[in-house]
């Protein structure tokens, strides 16, 4: 099939939501570069937007994928499966955290901390604590909750009435948070560094601070890594370079090095109200995306890919 032909087809069956794609069709990818439908070679700083963490088709990853189709792509979360309780442990062997659910998405990831962190509050504060507090320019998804999360107007217009209980103030402005939390305040939701949003560093006592903050308040502090997390910023999560750790964390992106996954990550207190019927998802944690997941984490880890990351950066 031509390159014009498809480009047509694509301007006519797609829904035009993606509307400034670049106008080639890239058909094959290896380590750090791609080639389109013409033959052409680019080299892909996008990493399809901090997806493809370890490359293109990683041997690693390509034999898991080809093992884990072979072996059982999916079952219900009625059973367990070995490779989603392997990297559940790695990844609390790996971070602050002792409990992780599984989603599809970073959205996904996103929706299950918002509802535990709503869910923490009413039965463990008070009854009336459900509200966010999130940033503008932040960025933490697409669906109706993590849209109005999300603290860029651009995002949200034509799909209101958005979400009830979110507020929103300047990041990196620990003022501006202290001043806007209050009785009702469940947990602040921030990503460390802002993607999206611009890759927005904030002060190196921004983090600490909203720590300290939730910490007086009760409300919990959500870090959407999603974006920053997986070695990106040469830490295996960026909030080690603060020296704090989060309540929750939601990951997604790069943990499968492109198969489709995200993980709300928690301490086991948070994690107690998360009681069985009150959350779930059927893709979430198959065993074909979490034996993915699980050799891209310890290629990550193994290799340590964070490291190198934080060398070529200073280099
Ligand atoms: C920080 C952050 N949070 C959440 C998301 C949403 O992730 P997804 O597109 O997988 O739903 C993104 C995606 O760009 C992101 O950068």
Redesign the pocket.
Known sequence: MDTKTLLEWSAKYHTANYGARAPICLVRGDGVRVWDSDGREYLDFGAG?AVAALGHCHPRVTGAIREAASTLLHVSNLYHTAPQIHLAKLLCEHSFADRVFFAN???EA?EAALKLARKYAKERLATDRYEVIATHNS????TLATVTATGQPKYQHGFEPLMPGFKHVPYNDLRAMERAIDNRTAAILV?PIQ??GGVNVPDEDYLPGLRKLCDASGALLIL?E??TGVGRTGRLWAYEHAGIEPDIMTL??ALANGVPI?AMLCRQDVAGVLTAGTHGSTFGGTPFVTSVALATLTTVIGEKVPEHAARMGSS
Do not use: L, P, V
């Not at 960025?139 to 697409?142: A, I, Y």
């Open positions: 937007i998405s970073g959205a996103n960025f933490h998804g697409r990503e993607g999206e959407d999603i974006q997604a992106k995200g």
